[in-house]
């Protein structure tokens, strides 16, 4: 089956700091790509939606400016948290959708990567 | 806007029993379901998947169905496992799954 990475898996930072998580589609092109978070015994939220080549869009109350999406390649969506604070700790876990012939449009997840910020 | 929800919110059940998981949601136009197993501390394990055009999907012990018009769906667990202690959460995709709503999740205990 299709398989996303993300890089790191943990991270540990200091207030102020700015943070980049790789997500990597590994064996198929991803057109879309997903960013979540998801805070302790909560579900998923999705923050924004990246296509490959343009601007990602964000959902409301997500911070563009704070939580920065680079999609730049089929198979490679980096999120960048700036000026980190201890409020943005949380499990951040991407997904990738496929092209309709490869995947179906089914969305696959990534394994997240855990922040902290100190 | 889509509003998923999932019932119970907890359960706790001895080995060996089978059990059923509910999942909602509130706009009947989606383009598929999804249901996944969360371990603590951990990603997303996708268990099944479920187009529009689906009623049910099978994987193991696994059952999963899909009632599109009542906006239900089901996962059915059988001969439940120790292993299988995890949270279940379902999510609805919809715009050709570019869209994806999760629901709170289930956590399951199944104890020895």
């Known amino acids: 089956g299709a398989v996303v990475s993300q890089h790191p898996s943990r991270v540990i930072c200091k207030s102020g700091t700015s943070v980049k998580i790789e997500c990597r589609s590994l064996?198929?092109?991803?057109?879309?790509m997903f960013w979540y978070r998801q805070f302790p015994k909560q579900s998923l939220m999705l923050m924004a939606t990246?296509?490959?080549?343009?601007?990602?869009?964000?959902e409301q109350g997500v911070e563009k400016d704070k939580f920065l999406i680079n999609h730049a390649s089929l198979t490679l969506s980096t999120l960048t948290v700036t000026s980190a604070h201890p409020e943005d700790s949380s499990f951040y876990i991407c997904?990738?959708?496929?092209?309709?012939?490869?995947?179906?449009?089914?969305?696959?997840f990534g394994p997240g990567t855990r922040l902290t910020v100190t | 806007k889509q509003e998923v929800t999932q019932i119970p919110a907890a359960l706790s059940v001895p080995e060996g029993e089978n059990l059923v998981l509910n999942c909602s949601f509130t706009?009947?136009?989606?383009?598929?379901l999804q249901w996944f197993r969360q371990d603590p501390g951990k990603g997303l394990t996708s268990l099944l998947l479920?187009?529009?055009?689906?009623r049910e999907q099978t994987s193991g012990r696994l059952n999963a169905s899909l009632d599109k018009s009542s906006g239900r769906s089901t996962l059915y667990i059988a001969a439940s496992q120790p292993g299988d202690s995890a949270t279940y959460l379902c999510?609805?995709?919809?715009?050709?799954?570019?869209?994806?709503?999760f629901g709170p999740g289930t956590r399951l205990s199944v104890l020895p």
């Open positions: 997904s990738a959708r496929g092209l309709a012939g490869r995947t179906g449009y089914e969305q696959y």
């Open positions: 064996d198929f092109q991803a057109t879309t």
């Open positions: 990246s296509n490959e080549g343009s601007k990602a869009t964000y």
């Open positions: 706009d009947s136009a989606i383009y598929n």
């Open positions: 479920i187009q529009s055009s689906q």
């Open positions: 999510a609805v995709g919809d715009n050709y799954g570019q869209n994806f709503v």
